[in-house]
């Protein structure tokens, strides 16, 4: 069921929604040589040091790019999250014209300045990789908040944590007129 905010986009934004709901999944090759790369991420935001954070989250979004063979992304890692009566921004991707697309992300709560957990800090990396991931990888042309955009990253997010459990097997991760040789 598409949320609610479906009835307001054009056709074609239509057909990009519904073609990003469908595609479940994502799966990167060998998730394991990542694992080293969340360890590092997290102990950087343990440790408390925005720029360690900022490196390990970048070599991590390095490595996922360089899996999925999509364009580099910077990775921007600031101090207090921005809030207003709106709520907290925790991450914001933004394509540019020239050069890489930016991934920024903020490593402090609002309200208490606290360092974010670490799996939240992760999930919101994560996220705003599937919007890298829609544009770059998928060629969406769009990227949404669909139900399928957030399976795929919790699909990834399973795979570099793993204790969070992985994607079964035969797990469809595009669909049909995508898969090489399939229709179009």
Same mark, same amino acid.
């Given at each position: 069921?598409?949320?609610?905010?479906?009835?307001?986009?054009?056709?074609? &934004?239509? +057909?990009?929604? %519904?073609?990003?709901?469908? $595609?479940?999944?994502? @799966?990167?090759?060998? *998730?394991?040589?990542?694992?080293?790369?969340?360890?590092?991420?997290?102990?950087?935001?343990?440790?408390?040091?925005?720029?360690?954070? &900022?490196? +390990?989250?970048? %070599?991590?979004?390095?490595? $996922?790019?360089?899996? @999925?063979?999509?364009? *580099?992304?910077?990775?921007?890692?600031?101090?207090?999250?921005p809030s207003s009566s709106w709520g907290e921004l925790h991450g914001l991707y933004t394509r540019t014209v020239r050069g890489p697309a930016r991934i920024e992300l903020w490593m402090r709560t609002a309200?208490?300045?606290?360092?974010?957990?670490?799996?939240?800090?992760?999930?919101?990396?994560?996220?705003?990789?599937?919007?890298?991931?829609?544009?770059?990888?998928?060629?969406?042309?769009?990227?949404?908040?669909?139900?399928?955009?957030?399976?795929?990253?919790?699909?990834?997010?399973?795979?570099?944590?793993?204790?969070?459990?992985?994607?079964?097997?035969?797990?469809?991760?595009?669909?049909?007129?995508?898969?090489?040789?399939?229709?179009?």
């Open positions: 069921m598409p949320f609610a905010y479906y009835s307001r986009l054009s056709s074609r &934004e239509k +057909a990009i929604y %519904r073609r990003s709901d469908e $595609i479940t999944a994502l @799966l990167v090759g060998d *998730p394991e040589a990542l694992h080293p790369m969340v360890d590092a991420l997290r102990h950087a935001l343990a440790s408390d040091q925005r720029r360690a954070v &900022e490196a +390990a989250a970048s %070599r991590l979004v390095l490595g $996922i790019g360089e899996r @999925l063979a999509m364009p *580099p992304v910077t990775v921007s890692v600031l101090a207090v999250r309200r208490h300045h606290r360092v974010v957990a670490f799996r939240t800090f992760l999930r919101t990396l994560l996220h705003e990789v599937g919007h890298h991931v829609d544009y770059e990888h998928l060629r969406l042309g769009e990227s949404f908040h669909t139900e399928g955009f957030f399976r795929r990253e919790s699909s990834l997010f399973k795979q570099l944590v793993p204790s969070a459990g992985g994607p079964a097997r035969g797990q469809l991760l595009l669909p049909p007129e995508s898969r090489p040789g399939g229709r179009k």
